[in-house]
């Protein structure tokens, strides 16, 4: 069975830190991807990475897919309050239609 | 706006009833997907249709049923309802790519006296 291990699962920080959401499987995926949701709305989708070791930036976000393409990390920098949210990383393989899901981290940005 | 239409938005309905969700695709995608999401939780799949046919099955209750129709939109039929089926539902489409990307629609948010 694979699976997506998120961490943390929660994390409150003041404006202006930066932090790391991680995203990890023993399994390999052929893209992962990384979903913003806001309370009462349905997932947005932020970034697709689908080449080991790819890198990408989206404004303050950064997103990285590991080497072996069995993790992922988010950072953000200089996290604001627009950024609070919950964060879901998704992983699909070429064997199975359905995709993978972490169980999010829900990130709470304090003025 | 994702281009994914669900309706209703909001549903409040006794335990033993039955209600039916409608989702519209983003035009072009062939691919609907349903989600349960319950309070503070993570998203779980519940089945997949591509082109008018079941492609995929996750953990759907056996009360529970879906449909993709010819003009690409689907529903969701709820039935015999518990008070642990109040849950937001999510439809999401996907591009003919397999890619993996989904595009989610508002959700439909359940509630069950």
């Known amino acids: 069975t694979q699976l997506l291990e998120q961490s943390p699962q929660f994390l409150s920080i003041q404006e202006g830190e930066n932090l790391t959401v991680y995203c990890n499987s023993s399994s390999v995926f052929s893209s992962l991807q990384w979903y913003r949701q806001e309370p009462g709305e349905g997932p947005v989708l932020l970034v697709t990475?689908?080449?080991g070791g790819e890198v990408k930036k989206l404004k303050r976000l950064t997103f990285q897919f590991g080497d072996a393409r069995k993790d992922s990390s988010l950072h953000i920098t200089a996290a604001q309050p627009g950024d609070t949210g919950l964060y879901l990383c998704a992983g699909a393989s070429d064997s199975n239609y359905q995709l993978i899901w972490g169980a999010g981290t829900k990130l709470i940005i304090k003025p | 706006d994702s281009g994914v239409t669900q309706t209703p938005k909001h549903l409040i309905t006794a335990t033993g009833q039955r209600v039916t969700l409608r989702c519209s695709p983003r035009?072009?995608?062939?691919?609907v997907y349903w989600y349960q999401q319950s309070l503070d939780q993570g998203l779980q799949f519940l089945i997949q249709y591509y082109n008018g046919e079941e492609r995929a099955k996750g953990n759907i209750l056996e009360r529970f049923s879906a449909q993709q129709f010819p003009d690409l939109h689907s529903e969701l039929n709820l039935s015999s309802l518990e008070l642990g089926d109040s849950a937001l539902y999510f439809c999401?489409?996907?591009?003919?790519?397999?890619?993996?990307?989904?595009?989610f629609g508002e959700g439909s948010r359940l509630t069950v006296l």
């Open positions: 035009s072009g995608d062939l691919s």
């Open positions: 990475v689908v080449t």
């Open positions: 999401a489409s996907s591009p003919p790519r397999r890619t993996g990307e989904l595009f």
